[in-house]
């Protein structure tokens, strides 16, 4: 396991929760962009098995978070919005090498920090939460990322000798240590 490098400021979730509603609409973009990452997996690495009943169970999960998040906003009278860049996850994507072993090591390694990452945000909004449905929610969600956050890195060690994983995964956890920071707060999951 790993821990981020860098932990969310105590001020990000007060930012993320003064505009509730732009905080659900962004969650529900990364919970729609997090399954079809997952259905991305299948579509490039087919020959690649022992990833594809994890990554479509992945990506249905993701979905189904999706969809929950979805029925808040709709409950709340609003319409969802055409998906914004994540200036977050583009800096991390810089980070993919070329070539196909080490793009398929990158993006397992990276799909698992921003899990993890999500997990703590999506833990620090549960907390704050006052409202108990939100609250459950919230917490249930938390604990998906967390378990997302361990499954690729499992996928990882199918295909990866231990040492490359953690050398790779330290340098990453190193760069989003800092793209994390260059991020301003916003009523957004990153």
Same mark, same amino acid.
């Given at each position: 396991?790993?821990?981020?490098?860098?932990?969310?400021?105590?001020?990000?979730?007060? =930012?993320?929760?003064?505009?509730? @509603?732009?905080? /659900?609409?962004?969650?529900?973009?990364?919970?729609?962009?997090?399954?079809?990452?997952?259905?991305?997996?299948?579509?490039?690495?087919?020959?690649?098995?022992?990833? /594809?009943?994890?990554?479509? @169970?992945?990506?249905?999960?993701?979905?189904?978070?999706?969809?929950?998040?979805?029925?808040?906003?709709?409950?709340?009278? &609003? =319409?969802?919005?055409?998906?914004?860049?994540?200036?977050?996850? @583009?800096?991390?994507?810089?980070?993919?090498?070329? $070539?196909?072993?080490?793009?398929? *090591?990158?993006?397992? *390694? &990276?799909?698992?920090?921003?899990? #993890? +990452? $999500?997990?703590? +945000?999506?833990?620090?909004?549960?907390?704050?939460? =006052?409202?108990?449905? *939100?609250? =459950? /929610?919230?917490? +249930?969600? $938390?604990? #998906?990322?967390?378990?997302?956050?361990?499954?690729?890195?499992?996928?990882? #060690?199918?295909?990866?000798?231990?040492?490359?994983?953690?050398?790779?995964?330290?340098?990453? *956890?190193?760069?989003?240590?800092?793209?994390?920071?260059?991020?301003?707060?916003?009523?957004?999951?990153?």
């Amino acid at each position: 396991m790993f821990e981020l490098r860098h932990q969310t400021p105590p001020g990000w979730v007060k =930012t993320a929760l003064q505009d509730f @509603n732009a905080f /659900l609409m962004d969650h529900a973009s990364c919970e729609r962009k997090a399954s079809a990452v997952g259905m991305s997996f299948v579509v490039r690495y087919p020959d690649r098995q022992a990833i /594809l009943e994890p990554m479509i @169970n992945f990506a249905r999960e993701e979905l189904e978070h999706f969809h929950q998040v979805y029925r808040l906003i709709a409950a709340r009278g &609003l =319409t969802l919005a055409p998906d914004e860049q994540d200036a977050y996850v @583009n800096l991390l994507m810089d980070q993919v090498r070329h $070539g196909r072993e080490e793009r398929f *090591l990158d993006r397992l *390694l &990276l799909a698992s920090v921003i899990e #993890a +990452r $999500g997990f703590e +945000r999506i833990c620090l909004v549960a907390d704050e939460l =006052t409202d108990p449905s *939100l609250k =459950t /929610l919230y917490t +249930r969600l $938390g604990r #998906a990322e967390g378990a997302h956050k361990i499954l690729f890195l499992e996928l990882a #060690a199918l295909y990866f000798p231990i040492p490359i994983i953690k050398a790779r995964l330290s340098q990453l *956890l190193d760069f989003e240590a800092e793209a994390i920071q260059k991020v301003p707060f916003r009523s957004a999951l990153h």
